[in-house]
């Protein structure tokens, strides 16, 4: 009876490592298919014709429908709410990824990615000259959703409101400049040409109380300034990442079925090898 109590234990535990380690590998499976399909629908939505400021959607949940569609839009930079996401590499370089909303005329404000500037490393927190222009601009990009949150420590960059972030939300950017930011961005990928002014052009919202002056965030200089580098990596699927998951996961199971197999069947019924005589 111990044996048989032993040997049901050892068959149930091996049945249950190689039930959970192979529903790993296909729900692996299943994260690289998700990925795939989203990839994909990305790249048919940006072989669409591009949306006009008058087309895109006036809500959040329907904004998010157009995912990587190509915009081309006309409208007032905010200079003053411009944000430097650091700690954005770019083959291989340090750097931050400039930020800066952009009002339609509509009254609507879009964050933009205007590009790509590297770091002065040897003062991190010196910020490289940046040139905004005025008035009524013509913005082409794609719409994407905003950059990715990085780990960062404590709530520093929040208790002490600066240019420099480390990441950005658009609850965030909200609060700290009183404009009502849409779901998504606009990821700038051609210069901004002037545009002719709608009638009467809408005047740039103003910050709130307390916000720091327009100075102290961007100071748009009168030289040209650096060139924003807008060539953006396509957005990574990391589905071979998965697969190489999936495939750990199955032979796991299969290595746990095959000691099973040789220990508890077929190694007890392997004949005793002949001793010869002392």
């Known amino acids: 009876m111990p044996v048989r109590r032993s040997l049901a234990l050892i068959t ?14 296909f729900w692996q499976l299943d994260r690289a298919r998700q990925k795939t399909e989203a990839a994909e629908r990305l790249e048919r939505q940006g072989r669409l ?15 998010a429908d157009a995912l990587a569609r190509r915009v081309t839009l006309q409208g007032r930079w905010l200079p003053a709410h411009t944000r430097w996401l650091d700690n954005r590499p770019h083959q291989g370089q340090a750097g931050f990824i400039v930020v800066t909303p952009l009002a339609l005329a509509d009254g609507r404000v879009l964050a933009v990615q205007r590009g790509w500037l590297p770091r002065d490393l040897r003062d991190p927190n010196r910020l490289p000259p940046l040139h905004t222009p005025d008035g009524w601009r013509q913005v082409e990009g794609r719409l994407l959703a905003w950059p990715s949150v990085r780990m960062e420590l404590g709530t520093a960059a929040e208790a002490a409101p600066g240019p420099i972030r480390q990441n950005l939300t658009p609850d965030a950017l909200s609060r700290e400049t009183g404009l009502r930011l849409q779901v998504l961005t606009v990821q700038q990928t051609t210069e901004d040409p002037p545009a002719a002014a709608p009638e009467p052009l809408p005047a ?34 990391d589905v071979g990442k998965h697969h190489a998951y999936a495939a750990q996961w199955f032979a796991f199971s299969a290595l746990t079925a095959g000691l099973f197999i040789w220990f508890q069947l077929l190694r007890p019924r392997r004949p005793a090898p002949d001793h010869a005589p002392a």
């Open 49 to 63: 014709p591009p949306l006009v400021a008058a087309s895109l959607p006036h809500d959040d949940a329907a904004l």
């Open 204 to 237: 740039a919202p103003s910050p709130p109380a307390g916000a720091e002056p327009a100075a102290a965030v961007a100071a748009p200089s009168a030289a040209a300034g650096p060139v924003l580098r807008r060539d953006w990596p396509p957005p990574a699927a």
């Open 12 to 25: 149930l535990a091996t049945l249950v490592v190689c039930a959970v380690t192979a529903r790993l590998g």
